[in-house]
């Protein structure tokens, strides 16, 4: 049994420190554990699966974010504690390539009652990189923080789309089609993903 597995299998013990001790393990790991986690933090089996959130989030790698956007309320604590520290994470050194995952990620959480701090963490990370590359792929930035839906949103937004709208005063709106999108198509995977039921 390799150490991925076996820590997989001790996040469902009954003592909590062979849990925890599992968990630091899997967060170890990284990358390597992320596939499998993502696969458990979707799975029907309910005393492992918020443990694997927060391992995922703790990893912070962007693979997580659309399968855990996927679940929608189940374990929201923990579920909006992990997407925010993935976003965050996505803010740290945003390239172009990642304009559209900012993108994506507003207009998933700008509607979202609950995704307040997952909207300002990637309204912050398109900031970060118009201040460094003021790309056109940014633009739909200024449309998602301009437009209000049913939740207001968060008030450092509103300096943020400020700045924003100064630094990308030059660029000229591509059409939509002509902007990128992930590689790996983020939004589409958490539909592929097995659901847990609300039984759990």
């Given at each position: 049994m390799t150490e991925l597995e076996q820590s997989l299998?001790?996040?469902?013990?009954?003592?909590?420190g062979t849990r925890k001790r599992a968990l630091k393990r899997l967060i170890a790991l990284g990358d390597g554990a992320v596939a499998p986690l993502i696969a458990l933090a979707c799975s029907y089996k309910v005393v492992a699966r918020k443990r694997a959130i927060e391992a995922l989030?703790?990893?912070?790698?962007?693979?997580?974010?659309?399968?855990?956007?996927g679940l929608d309320s189940e374990l929201p604590i923990a579920?909006?504690?992990?997407?925010?520290?993935?976003?965050?994470?996505?803010?740290?050194?945003?390239?172009?390539?990642?304009?559209?995952?900012?993108?994506?990620?507003?207009?998933?959480?700008?509607?979202?009652?609950?995704?307040?701090?997952?909207?300002?963490?990637?309204?912050?990370?398109?900031l970060k990189l118009a201040q460094n590359d003021p790309c056109p792929e940014l633009l739909?930035?200024?449309?998602?923080l301009g437009s209000f839906g049913p939740y207001a949103l968060p008030p450092e937004c509103i300096e943020i789309r400020r700045e924003l709208a100064s630094l990308l005063a030059r660029q000229q709106r591509p059409p939509r089609a002509n902007l990128p999108r992930?590689?790996?198509?983020?939004?589409?995977?958490?539909?592929?993903?097995?659901?847990?039921?609300?039984?759990?």
């Open positions: 299998e001790e996040l469902y013990a009954s003592d909590f989030g703790e990893i912070g790698d962007r693979r997580a974010l659309w399968p855990l956007a579920r909006l504690k992990a997407l925010v520290a993935i976003v965050e994470r996505l803010a740290v050194a945003p390239t172009r390539a990642d304009a559209v995952w900012f993108v994506e990620i507003l207009g998933k959480f700008r509607d979202d009652p609950n995704g307040e701090p997952i909207v300002l963490a990637a309204a912050q990370g398109a739909p930035v200024l449309d998602l992930p590689a790996d198509a983020p939004v589409q995977d958490a539909h592929d993903l097995p659901r847990p039921s609300s039984a759990d």
